[in-house]
């Protein structure tokens, strides 16, 4: 029990830090080139359940005991994923429902598990990602179709974003009349001399001292 679950705990680290690093190089880079975030590319592993837990339990130990007739005795990714994987069939639905969000699917050899790459925007519509908010954390809940969902174990480098908060542009407040001519003053509007004033006339209305503190 205590190899299974240091098993198990090992394969959970290996996923997990492969998605925590895809994460944060992702985030990075969005940041560098300024892509929204769910523009931003992601990847997401998907890990799945065995077809058969036990015999699959059983087999890896007896690969490692002298006593066993599977000592030593190792599979290909064909046969362990005929043996014990997902069936081909499954891979195939799963690829056909992601490619309607414009996700991409590749499954690792073995078939127990599958990587999925594309935007964070298009995996939160296919997952139906949302946050599920806490006292103490906030976590991503998904949902899947119930054919798919029933084989997934967990879901690795998944997290939802609002993608209700759009930045929307204010429009331009519009000028009136009166402001639209003062900041674009037509020939019209401009007030012409009044050249039949007297010379002492014309330069009380129109000249320097006019301005000049008195």
Do not use: C
């Not at 006593?67 to 290909?76: E, I, N, T």
């Not at 699917?105 to 806490?134: E, H, M, Q, V």
């Not at 084989?151 to 209700?164: E, K, N, P, R």
Request: aromatic share 8%; proline share 5%.
């Amino acid at each position: 029990m205590k190899k299974k679950s240091f098993v198990l705990l090992a394969l959970s680290f290996v996923l997990a830090l492969g998605g925590t690093l895809g994460t944060t190089a992702d985030a990075k880079k969005a940041k560098m080139k300024s892509i929204p975030l769910a523009d931003s590319r992601q990847v997401v592993t998907v890990s799945l359940k065995s077809t058969d837990e036990n015999a699959l339990t059983q087999y890896a130990y007896g690969t490692v005991n002298p006593s066993s007739a599977d000592f030593h005795q190792y599979l290909s990714p064909t046969q362990f994923a005929t043996k014990f994987g997902q069936p081909d069939s499954y891979v195939a639905d799963f690829k056909t429902y992601m490619a309607k969000y414009h996700v991409k699917a590749n499954p690792f050899p073995g078939n127990l598990a599958i990587k999925l790459t594309g935007t964070i925007g298009n995996l939160n519509k296919a997952f139906k990602a949302r946050l599920a908010n806490s006292s103490l954390q906030s976590s991503t809940k998904y949902r899947l179709p119930g054919k798919l969902s029933n084989q997934v174990v967990a879901v690795v480098g998944l997290y939802a974003i609002d993608q209700s908060k759009k930045t929307t542009k204010k429009p331009a407040a519009k000028l009136t009349s009166q402001a639209q001519a003062a900041s674009n003053p037509t020939q019209a509007a401009i007030k012409k001399p009044n050249t039949a004033l007297s010379p002492a006339n014309f330069s009380e209305e129109y000249g320097a001292m006019k301005f000049a503190n008195t």
